[in-house]
């Protein structure tokens, strides 16, 4: 995202060329012990019981050895898959906010004026996260188009919501700098040289802290990014294969086509 790369470059840390993971879900999954549910809005459009039980719209379908086994790889690869990146978003976007406000508080304080819009701003983006990807007890659910840019989990609006703190970031670094210095300053080179310090100081410490979970969650990122574009290829077979999925194309990758 952009804010990020803004914010390594400003505390010095190193950045890496963005990861791009080109896949998607077009309907809502839902996970638990026992079923797999494809959901369009609330209405259930299959769902996949133990792993080898298919029920389409209500009705089961009998599968030969070939395609049951084929449910049995996508069942399998979406229980071990889905909760650890419900467990990832949430992790995302704590390690994000908590970097922002650390950044934040070391150049202005929690006193600043402008610190509680930032609070407010934060907020916000960890609740849309949290409607997008939920863990209620065993159960693991990831709303529709929830997974493109899936090193970033983070769609336009939580980008625009966080671009919106750091905004307000901005003015809380001129207040304390001191604003727009008059001509001959003389405390100029000074407050720079204090705020330079304190930006050396938190890249240090971020990198140091932050940047080896964050690589962690990169790798993490990649690793689902791939296994969701394998599981793709077997559900392409099964729709191809049993016409009573033909029609419900969960995972999407590539370009993003549009809803039905």
């Given at each position: 995202m952009k804010w990020c790369v803004v914010l390594l470059g400003l505390l010095g840390l190193p950045v890496q060329a963005a990861f791009k993971c080109e896949a998607d879900l077009q309907y809502g999954l839902a996970v638990n012990d026992r079923y797999i549910r494809v959901i369009n809005s609330s209405r259930t459009l299959y769902q996949i019981n133990q792993s080898n039980q298919l029920i389409v719209r209500g009705e089961w379908i009998e599968l030969p050895e070939e395609q049951q086994a084929l449910l049995q790889e996508?069942?399998?690869?979406?229980?071990?898959?889905?909760?650890?990146?419900?467990?990832?978003?949430?992790?995302?976007?704590?390690?994000?906010?908590?970097?922002?406000?650390?950044?934040?508080?070391?150049?202005?304080?929690?006193?600043?004026?402008?610190?509680?819009?930032?609070?407010?701003?934060?907020?916000?983006?960890?609740?849309?996260?949290?409607?997008?990807?939920?863990?209620?007890?065993?159960n693991y659910y990831i709303g529709p188009r929830s997974l493109e840019n899936v090193d970033e989990l983070m769609d336009n609006q939580l980008e625009s919501q966080i671009e919106e703190a750091l905004t307000t970031s901005v003015g809380g670094i001129l207040s304390a700098i001191g604003g727009l210095p008059a001509q001959g300053d003389e405390n100029l080179e000074k407050r720079m040289e204090m705020l330079s310090a304190k930006l050396e100081n938190m890249g240090a410490e971020i990198e140091k802290h932050i940047a080896p979970q964050a690589n962690s969650l990169r790798l993490k990122a990649e690793w689902f990014c791939n296994e969701i574009k394998r599981l793709d290829g077997v559900e392409e077979e099964l729709r191809r294969t049993v016409p009573a999925l033909a029609p419900y194309d969960l995972i999407i990758t590539g370009q993003v086509k549009p809803l039905k």
């Open positions: 996508l069942a399998d690869g979406l229980y071990y898959a889905v909760p650890k990146v419900v467990l990832l978003a949430s992790e995302g976007v704590d390690l994000a906010i908590g970097a922002v406000d650390h950044v934040y508080v070391g150049l202005v304080g929690s006193d600043h004026e402008s610190y509680q819009r930032l609070q407010k701003a934060l907020w916000r983006v960890k609740q849309k996260v949290k409607t997008k990807f939920i863990r209620a007890s065993d």
